[in-house]
Every structure is written in structure tokens, then in C-alpha cells.
T-cell receptor
């Protein structure tokens, strides 16, 4: 069964450093998303991406965040200068045009120290 | 997206049916009912969705009342692996300026504990 894969599973970084979280969406999907979940809190939407551009972003997704689809398979989330409060699980998801369910990856646990 | 109300937690005996209720009294005519679940620290998993007819797949059944103001997700034979937080979400299918982006807005859900 096709699945969304995320790497790394766990990333530890120092405050102020840049991190790139990587995702390989399901191959025939065209819509891509990033969500995050701070420990013990709700899953929060960050950004959606379609046709090589951001289609929607939340208030969390400020200038420190960016997304990119550098090639035909990868979808990345970059945090330019990490803060302690960026520590969370980050989930990538994808969906196919005309379908309704989003398929989520297993997440990357980001720890900012 | 319409607001949903779910009980914060429920228990279910292993092997029995788990019935998870959801109220969505402000649902509008073009909004679907979706269910996702999140097993501890894993990515959310799509379960099922429906508009007004009852739906069944290999994971669960979805019963939507005739007035569409509430629904029930049924796991027919709960196992320990079904212990998770279950999210009921109401939203329009395929809405958005980009022709179909499908953001999912998660609430706090129902924490289902399946007991041996």
C-alpha cells in the first residue's frame, strides 16, 4: 500500500539553527500539506501546497517557515531559525485530486534545545 | 467548517462494538462528515467519510442521522490496536481557491480506550 514517508524520524537541533524536514508524498497525489502537533496538544494545520505554490497557510506559518517541492518526489519544510517553541511532531500529508482523504506520514519529531 | 462535539473519552471492551458519537448540529448541506484517528504519536489516519447515506468500509461503519445533525462511527469488533484518539470533522469536499485543497481541521476528539 502506498504511503507518505518522512525523514528523519527524529531531529534534534540547537536554537537558531535551520532545519529541513523531508517528505515523500504518495506518487500520484497533487496536494501536499504540513501539520504540526505540540506534545499534548491538537494537530494544527500549517500549510497546503498545490501546483508548485502555497494555496493556504495558517498564522503559525510565518516568515521563518518555507516549503518547497525541489523535484518530482520530495516535499520539504524549512524552518530558518528554530525556536524552542518549534519543538513538535511535524506531519506531512498528501491527497489526490478529486479524492477527499488525506494520507499522513508518521511524522518527524523536532526537538529544539 | 462546521463545529463538532465529541465526548472526551470512552472505554470499550475488546471484541465488542465501539460506538463513537459526534454532534454537528450546524452542518450545512454541502458538508461531509469525516472520521480520522490518531494512534499514540503516529500520524492521523483517515477512516471513513459520508454525506447523508450510511457508509461502510473495511475499517468501520458510519451512521449519519436523517437530519444530519449527528453521526456515529462504529468499529464492529474493537481490538487493542484500535485504542486511539478519534476525530470527527465536518467540512466541504474539495473546496478552495486552488480547485480542491483539502485542509483538515482537527479538534480534540474522543480518546477511545479498548480494554482487554
Amino acid at each position: 500500500e502506498p504511503e507518505v514517508t518522512q525523514t528523519p524520524s527524529h531531529q534534534v537541533t540547537q536554537m537558531g539553527q535551520e532545519v529541513i524536514l523531508r517528505c515523500v508524498p504518495i506518487s500520484n497525489h497533487l496536494y501536499f500539506y504540513w501539520y504540526r502537533q505540540i506534545l499534548g496538544q491538537k494537530v494544527e494545520f500549517l500549510v497546503s501546497f498545490y501546483n508548485n505554490e502555497i494555496s493556504e497557510k495558517s498564522e503559525i506559518f510565518d516568515d521563518q517557515f518555507s516549503v518547497e517541492r525541489p523535484d518530482g518526489s520530495n516535499f520539504t519544510l524549512k524552518i530558518r531559525s528554530t525556536k524552542l517553541e518549534d519543538s513538535a511532531m511535524y506531519f506531512c500529508a498528501s491527497s489526490i485530486v478529486g479524492h477527499t482523504e488525506a494520507f499522513f506520514g508518521q511524522g518527524t519529531r523536532l526537538t529544539v534545545v | 467548517d462546521a463545529k463538532t462535539t465529541q465526548p472526551p473519552s470512552m472505554d470499550c471492551a475488546e471484541g465488542r462494538a465501539a460506538n463513537l458519537p459526534c454532534n454537528h448540529s450546524t452542518i450545512s448541506g454541502n458538508e461531509y462528515v469525516y472520521w480520522y484517528r490518531q494512534i499514540h504519536s503516529q500520524g492521523p489516519q483517515y477512516i471513513i467519510h459520508g454525506l447523508k447515506n450510511n457508509e461502510t468500509n473495511e475499517m468501520a461503519s458510519l451512521i449519519i442521522t436523517e437530519d444530519r445533525k449527528s453521526s456515529t462511527l462504529i468499529l464492529p469488533h474493537a481490538t487493542l490496536r484500535d485504542t486511539a484518539v478519534y476525530y470527527c470533522i465536518v467540512r466541504v469536499m474539495g473546496a478552495g481557491d486552488s480547485g480542491g485543497y483539502q485542509k483538515v481541521t482537527f479538534g480534540t476528539g474522543t480518546k477511545l480506550q479498548v480494554i482487554p
